[in-house]
Antibody, heavy 123, light 111 residues
């Protein structure tokens, strides 16, 4: 059974940092692209960052401020989201999502999602 | 790429069909012939779940009353006969260009 278990969420002051982890099981983690998707309270879904199966390539929006970074440790079946200079507008539930593998893989086809980690940025 | 869904609110009688439209500001058709368009459902209090990928492929375990169609910039999710368990918010998402982007969501409610 595929499982994605996020941890590391919590309350952090504006300007602070936090690292989220997502431990994967039930599939060959090193073969699949992964992404982080967030959802601010009462709003829709927003893709945050993505990473290739090997970790060689990371994907972000052109407008990305560089405050967040994605990484993975395939030896530990773990995905990370490193968040710096946090702002109140970063308050959200952060989901890790399993992507696809293979030649026609794209940043989508998120077939499994974690339960989410709540990050609250407030003084 | 901007994704626009309609309607945003969809009240449906059980057993009746339902349809959600999703339009993209740019074509989602890749040269390989695939449309990089997914549909997700977020049931109340749950994480999103994949319904349809590459425009028209049902994800594993998704009932066959769900179907996806369309190409280029216009896509549709259809539910042939709505059941009570189908309530939630439906999102389309494009994966053709980085960053992937979601529609605003369509809230399906049972009448």
């Amino acid at each position: 059974e595929v499982q994605l278990l996020e941890s590391g969420g919590g309350l952090v002051q504006p300007g602070g940092s936090l690292r989220l982890s997502c431990v994967a099981s039930g599939f060959t983690f090193s073969s699949y692209a992964m992404s982080w998707v967030r959802q601010a309270p009462g709003t829709g879904l927003e893709w945050v960052l993505g990473i290739s199966a090997s970790g060689t390539y990371t994907y972000k929006a052109d407008s990305d401020s560089g405050r967040f970074a994605i990484s993975r440790d395939n030896s530990k079946n773990t995905l990370y989201l490193h968040m710096n200079s946090l702002r109140s507008e970063d308050t959200a539930v952060y989901y890790c999502a399993k992507g696809c593998s293979g030649v026609d893989c794209y940043l989508g086809n998120f077939d499994y999602w974690g339960q989410g980690a709540l990050v609250t940025v407030s003084s | 790429i901007v994704m626009t869904q309609s309607p945003l609110f969809l009240p449906v009688t059980p057993g009746e069909p339902a349809s959600i439209s999703c339009r993209s500001s740019q074509s989602l058709l890749h040269s390989n012939g695939y449309n990089y368009l997914d549909w997700y459902l977020q049931k109340p209090g749950q994480s999103p779940q994949l319904l349809i990928y590459l425009g028209s492929n049902r994800a594993s375990g998704v009932p066959d009353r769900f179907s996806g169609s369309g190409s280029g910039t216009d896509f549709t999710l259809k539910i042939s006969r709505v059941e009570a368990e189908d309530v939630g918010i439906y999102y389309c998402m494009q994966g053709r260009r980085t960053p992937p982007s979601f529609g605003q969501g369509t809230r399906l409610e049972i009448k």
